[in-house]
């Protein structure tokens, strides 16, 4: 410890300062370039979600096998993973940002380039996270030292998250592109410096375990990647109802999050007048999105403790449902309040979902207890749970896009032709009724697939 601060906690950390500054800007902002920038068509748009939606739910169960079986350094041991797969990640996120040529309205090449944007991305994000996610769970078993990683991860987050903010004052939320590219450089680099730090400095209880079984281990590894091992253990994983229960909880909150990230920008600007609310109090607004949630987590760090994260987790579906159905009534010209609505709902959704690491951590102790494991199969339990609930983060656009374009969406940047302006209502509406009845179905979900969630730490 060093002025207070433990030095495990915080190289741990590091990554998901580093992740944090590039993920937020990623999704926050790659829906509407395509869209409104690049002008790609919705089908070359759909074939792009269809072609990631497939990828994003197999990377993960693979990546987390390979990490939890291979004999190569560089993919069994964690901080290897983060560290050589950083600069490649950093590389990854600035792929969307330089378009490959000057794109005309419909450009085949602007499909292939968000196909492949989009893969690369997830591939080295899950490579990395996955490996994060499982230091999380061998760190330590305690309850308070996991409890210590989420207040050091929220922290971490915070100052991620406020990339969001300095991106849409510095480029004027992407009117100055050469701004928004210039700044992109600088928080990848950043980005990759911060992974490289846990990499070097982090270390789990496992280590010393896994070095004196490794002679064991490699005697024991024939046809460790086998498919036969890889359905046996899926399997086992699977059979636990607490992660069936968590599972399809988690498939609607990262459809929700997706929801949020992707299109707050877009509904905003379109439901509230640009005379009411400045530019740089929508970059504000848009900050404040991605950097509440994680001060909303470290200020509730005593209530964690107190009331559990099972009950956190239950209020804040509670919460989101009553707050769309109080926006749905009052309506959408209250501007203020609209704002307000779109920038808390983004909170709560985010907060809550940065406690989905308890959770899971305690499944992966059950799993480990329950089929006398030597060692926790931590990344296969996160790739499995990734494997059902990430396609919610490709259909979650595509579904809202095709909702939009009914209503003439695509029109909307159009230049040449001047669209009727009643079609415009329909669309004002259209996006009114989705910020409202999306979040109020997904808290009815998760509140009757939350409930009976049985191991409440």
């Given amino acids: 410890f060093v002025l207070g601060i433990h030095p495990n906690?915080?190289?741990?950390?590091?990554?998901?300062?580093?992740?944090?500054?590039?993920?937020?800007?990623?999704?926050?902002?790659?829906?509407?370039?395509?869209?409104?920038?690049?002008?790609?068509?919705?089908?070359?748009?759909?074939?792009?979600?269809?072609?990631?939606?497939?990828?994003?739910?197999?990377?993960?169960?693979?990546?987390?096998?390979?990490?939890?079986?291979?004999?190569?350094?560089?993919?069994?041991?964690?901080?290897?993973?983060?560290?050589?797969?950083?600069?490649?990640?950093?590389?990854?996120?600035?792929?969307?940002?330089?378009p490959w040529k000057h794109y005309e309205e419909g450009d085949w090449l602007s499909g292939l380039h968000l196909i492949v944007a989009l893969c690369a991305f997830d591939g080295l994000l899950t490579f990395v996270l996955l490996a994060q996610c499982a230091l999380f769970a061998e760190i330590s078993t305690r309850h308070e030292s996991r409890l210590q990683l989420i207040k050091y991860n929220q922290v971490a987050t915070l100052i991620g998250s406020t990339s969001i903010l300095f991106c849409g004052l510095i480029s004027d939320n992407m009117e100055n592109f050469a701004y928004f590219q210039a700044f992109a450089v600088l928080v990848a680099a950043l980005a990759t410096a911060c992974m490289c730090y846990t990499g070097k400095y982090s270390t789990s209880q496992y280590e010393q375990r896994e070095i004196c079984t490794e002679n064991t281990n490699l005697e024991n590894s024939d046809g460790a990647l086998s498919w036969s091992s890889v359905i046996s253990l899926t399997k086992q994983i699977m059979t636990e109802k607490n992660f069936l229960f968590f599972v399809t909880m988690n498939f609607f909150q990262v459809f929700h999050l997706a929801f949020c990230n992707n299109f707050m920008m877009i509904f905003a600007d379109n439901l509230i007048p640009k005379d009411v609310l400045s530019s740089s109090i929508r970059s504000i607004m848009y900050g404040a999105g991605f950097i509440c949630p994680q001060c909303l987590v470290l200020l509730s760090h005593t209530s964690l403790k107190k009331f559990g994260y099972y009950r956190i987790i239950l209020f804040s579906f509670y919460f989101e449902g009553v707050a769309a159905a109080v926006m749905f009534v009052l309506g959408p010209e209250h501007y203020y309040l609209l704002a307000f609505y779109l920038t808390t709902n983004m909170v709560i959704v985010q907060a809550s979902f940065s406690l989905f690491n308890l959770?899971?951590?305690?499944?992966?102790?059950?799993?480990?207890?329950?089929?006398?494991?030597?060692s926790p199969l931590s990344s296969m339990v996160f790739g499995t749970n990734a494997l059902f609930t990430k396609p919610a983060q490709s259909l979650a656009p595509m579904l809202v896009v095709t909702i939009l374009n009914q209503f003439g969406y695509e029109n909307l940047n159009d230049e040449v032709a001047q669209p009727d302006p009643s079609l415009f209502l329909g669309l004002h509406d259209a996006m009114f009724y989705l910020i409202c009845l999306v979040p109020l179905c997904i808290a009815v979900i998760q509140i009757l697939t939350w409930t009976p969630f049985s191991i409440q730490n």
């Fill in 359 to 374: 959770p899971l951590a305690d499944i992966v102790d059950a799993d480990l207890i329950k089929h006398k494991r030597r």
């Fill in 9 to 98: 906690a915080l190289a741990y950390s590091m990554t998901t300062l580093g992740a944090g500054m590039m993920n937020s800007i990623f999704n926050f902002y790659y829906v509407k370039l395509f869209l409104n920038r690049y002008k790609i068509s919705e089908v070359a748009f759909h074939q792009a979600q269809v072609v990631f939606m497939i990828w994003n739910a197999i990377n993960d169960p693979l990546f987390g096998y390979i990490q939890d079986n291979s004999k190569f350094a560089c993919c069994s041991r964690r901080q290897f993973s983060i560290l050589y797969g950083a600069p490649l990640y950093a590389l990854a996120f600035l792929l969307p940002w330089f």
